[in-house]
Nanobody, 121 residues
């Protein structure tokens, strides 16, 4: 059974930090790029960050670049999102997704259940 389990969310004050983790099982983790996607109340999904299979290439949405850092440990089947200098507009449910890449075409294959991040004073 494929599982992606996000943890680490919570309530934090503006300017604070959180580290999200996503533990994968049931598929060959190292064969997939991984992404973090978030969804705020009343809004559509927003891509946040992506890391390639080896961890050597990372990309970020402009809204989080310089504040968030994505990383992965293939030996632990895990991907992480370090979030610093959090702002109220970062409030959302954060999901990790496994992305397959075939002939240059990316497709989201699996998504976790999400973890809530609330930034508020």
């Amino acid at each position: 059974e494929v599982q992606l389990v996000e943890t680490g969310g919570g309530l934090v004050q503006p300017g604070g930090s959180l580290r999200l983790s996503c533990a994968a099982s049931g598929f060959t983790f190292a064969a997939y790029d991984m992404m973090w996607v978030r969804q705020a109340p009343g809004k559509g999904p927003e891509w946040v960050s992506r890391i390639n299979r080896s961890g050597g290439t990372t990309t970020y949405a402009a809204s989080v670049a310089g504040r968030f850092t994505i990383s992965r440990e293939n030996a632990k089947n895990s991907v992480y999102l370090q979030m610093n200098s959090l702002k109220p507009e970062d409030t959302a449910v954060y999901y990790c997704e496994a992305v397959s890449v075939l002939l240059g075409v990316s497709r989201s294959e699996y998504r976790g259940q999400g973890t809530q991040v609330t930034v508020s004073s």
